[in-house]
């Protein structure tokens, strides 16, 4: 697959190509993986290491195929996997949290090096010390060019930075951590019981200009504002995710294969997207089909609802993100899962009070961080951008096999006030037909909001 790169990608491959150090802090969804990957290429780079959350292994193993033609991966599960002859490691974070773990060990005690290794989600690693920091302390010697990924260096105050800073670019940090934060950071010493002894707490961040300097060389910053100019109106991508089998029955998962592959084979592998997508909208009419799809979606939950989440704790604070799907159970579950991000729902059954609250609440209160709506419902006649709701991220769980739909309900958030490039992601269960079935509608979708910018023109 050939598509140019953006020009702020180019800037940090050649970057990370030259072996300057950096953290790359591009904000999320404008091309941080890809980024890398072109760095290995241009640096033809054979072992890489890559460190990321369990919600973005099949991620980078979906890029890796689309940028890196022939290049070869392993996801390590195991010792053994460390040492397999493939270009990319991938290794979770997860595995790296396991203290003494087998893979952990092997990983600090490896006979060779690798060339390069990418921390995606590099914010998990701010803490002074927990287990997958120490992990990552103690293979550094083994991982060549550390290159932190993340759109959120900084979540709390400035002392999140000092562990990167101090793996990563110890030469141009240059100070231990207590004379960092004297330095950075607003400490103070508390006592928490009557007769507990003072620990020494930081409540906040000091002398920024001063770090900002500091840190120029190494801190790569690039935010969607930056380069609105260059994205296209939305950006359109898919997302695998892992299928959690034991919520799909097995004459339902037959079902969906059979129907669907029979479909694909009748059409023919080149029909146009028109012809495809037609015909998936005929199907969803039949009733056993329409039973299978809710259970594909309730099957998708476990994964989505951790990619929401990491998504979620991956943006500043003041960010919030819109979530699409269609049954009325995969909603209702949705919005238990992410509860604690003050949800707020809008389905056919939500009553015009209800509708119109649903929508205060999201585009008012900054405790609701998260929008659940049901395509048909709130595809349409809603904005939900605003002064106080910053909002350009957008999840379908579920999409519609109607492209014009899913077109719709992105343009939630692609309106007059929008200020960043929207980026729509389509969650697909890795391995299934839906994988098939939502990369048709990616690029039926791309082609609707390439041919009407409904930013300029505006949508219903």
Same mark, same amino acid.
């Given at each position: 697959?050939?598509?140019?790169?953006?020009?702020?990608?180019?800037?940090?491959?050649?970057?990370?190509?030259?072996?300057? &150090?950096?953290?790359?802090? !591009?904000?999320?969804?404008?091309?941080?993986?890809?980024?890398?990957?072109?760095?290995?290429?241009?640096?033809?780079?054979?072992?890489?290491?890559?460190? @990321?959350?369990?919600?973005?292994?099949?991620?980078?193993?979906?890029?890796?195929?689309?940028?890196?033609?022939?290049? =070869?991966?392993?996801? %390590?599960?195991?010792?053994?996997?460390?040492?397999?002859?493939?270009? !990319?490691?991938?290794?979770?974070?997860?595995?790296?949290?396991?203290?003494?773990?087998?893979?952990?060990?092997?990983? @600090?005690?490896?006979?060779?090096?690798?060339?390069?290794?990418?921390?995606?989600?590099?914010?998990?690693?701010?803490?002074?010390?927990?287990?997958?920091?120490?992990?990552?302390?103690?293979? +550094?010697?083994?991982?060549?060019?550390?290159?932190?990924?993340?759109?959120?260096?900084?979540?709390?105050?400035?002392?999140?930075?000092?562990?990167?800073?101090?793996?990563?670019?110890?030469?141009?940090?240059?100070?231990?951590?207590?004379?960092?934060?004297?330095?950075? @950071?607003?400490?103070?010493?508390?006592?928490?019981? /009557?007769?507990? &002894?003072?620990?020494?707490?930081?409540?906040?961040?000091?002398?920024?200009?001063?770090?900002?300097?500091?840190?120029?060389?190494?801190?790569?910053?690039?935010?969607?504002?930056?380069?609105?100019?260059?994205?296209?109106?939305?950006?359109?991508?898919?997302?695998?995710?892992?299928?959690? /089998?034991?919520?799909?029955?097995?004459?339902? +998962?037959?079902?969906?294969?059979? =129907?669907?592959?029979?479909?694909?084979?009748?059409?023919?592998?080149?029909?146009?997207?028109?012809?495809?997508?037609?015909?998936?909208?005929?199907?969803?009419?039949?009733?056993?089909?329409?039973?299978?799809?809710?259970?594909?979606?309730?099957?998708?939950?476990?994964? %989505? =609802?951790? !990619?929401?989440?990491?998504?979620?704790?991956?943006?500043?604070?003041? /960010?919030?993100?819109?979530?699409?799907?269609?049954?009325?159970?995969?909603?209702?579950?949705?919005? /238990?899962?992410?509860?604690? !991000?003050?949800?707020?729902?809008?389905?056919?059954?939500?009553?015009?009070?209800?509708?119109?609250? +649903?929508?205060?609440?999201?585009?008012?209160?900054?405790? @609701?961080?998260?929008?659940?709506?049901?395509?048909? %419902?709130?595809?349409? %006649?809603i904005t939900l951008v605003g002064p106080k709701c910053k909002c350009s991220d957008v999840v379908f769980v579920e999409s519609s096999w109607t492209p014009m739909d899913n077109a719709q309900a992105a343009c939630r958030v692609h309106r007059i006030g929008q200020h960043d490039g929207v980026v729509a992601r389509m969650l697909s269960a890795a391995g299934t037909i839906d994988d098939l079935v939502n990369g048709l509608l990616v690029r039926k979708a791309r082609d609707f909001t390439q041919l009407f910018d409904t930013q300029q023109t505006g949508a219903k």
């Open positions: 697959m050939s598509k140019p790169l953006f020009p702020h990608q180019h800037q940090g491959a050649m970057r990370l190509a030259e072996r300057t &150090p950096t953290y790359l802090g !591009y904000d999320m969804g404008i091309g941080k993986t890809r980024t890398f990957i072109e760095a290995v290429l241009l640096r033809r780079a054979k072992r890489v290491l890559i460190i @990321c959350p369990a919600s973005a292994v099949l991620v980078w193993k979906r890029e890796i195929g689309l940028w890196h033609p022939g290049g =070869t991966f392993v996801i %390590a599960k195991s010792p053994a996997d460390l040492s397999r002859p493939v270009n !990319y490691t991938i290794i979770s974070h997860g595995l790296m949290s396991q203290a003494k773990g087998p893979v952990v060990e092997e990983l @600090c005690n490896l006979s060779f090096g690798f060339e390069m290794t990418a921390i995606d989600e590099a914010h998990a690693f701010n803490a002074p010390s927990n287990n997958r920091v120490n992990a990552l302390r103690r293979a +550094a010697p083994r991982l060549g060019d550390i290159v932190p990924l993340s759109g959120t260096p900084m979540r709390n105050h400035a002392g999140d930075l000092y562990t990167l800073l101090s793996v990563c670019w110890p030469k141009g940090l240059g100070m231990a951590r207590h004379e960092y934060e004297d330095r950075f @950071c607003k400490v103070v010493h508390k006592r928490f019981n /009557r007769n507990g &002894p003072m620990v020494r707490v930081i409540e906040g961040s000091k002398n920024l200009d001063t770090l900002k300097k500091l840190i120029a060389p190494f801190m790569l910053r690039v935010r969607k504002e930056d380069v609105f100019k260059d994205l296209p109106a939305i950006i359109w991508d898919q997302i695998p995710i892992p299928l959690d /089998r034991s919520a799909l029955t097995g004459h339902d +998962a037959e079902l969906l294969e059979k =129907t669907l592959s029979e479909v694909f084979a009748r059409e023919g592998a080149t029909a146009s997207l028109d012809v495809m997508t037609a015909a998936l909208a005929r199907l969803d009419k039949h009733v056993g089909l329409m039973t299978v799809r809710r259970m594909l979606g309730l099957a998708k939950l476990r994964g %989505a =609802t951790e !990619y929401i989440v990491d998504m979620l704790d991956s943006l500043p604070d003041n /960010r919030k993100v819109l979530v699409f799907a269609h049954h009325a159970d995969v909603i209702a579950a949705l919005h /238990r899962h992410l509860g604690e !991000y003050s949800p707020a729902v809008l389905t056919g059954s939500t009553t015009p009070r209800e509708r119109e609250e +649903a929508v205060d609440k999201f585009l008012m209160d900054s405790r @609701c961080r998260v929008f659940i709506g049901n395509i048909q %419902a709130a595809g349409t %006649a």
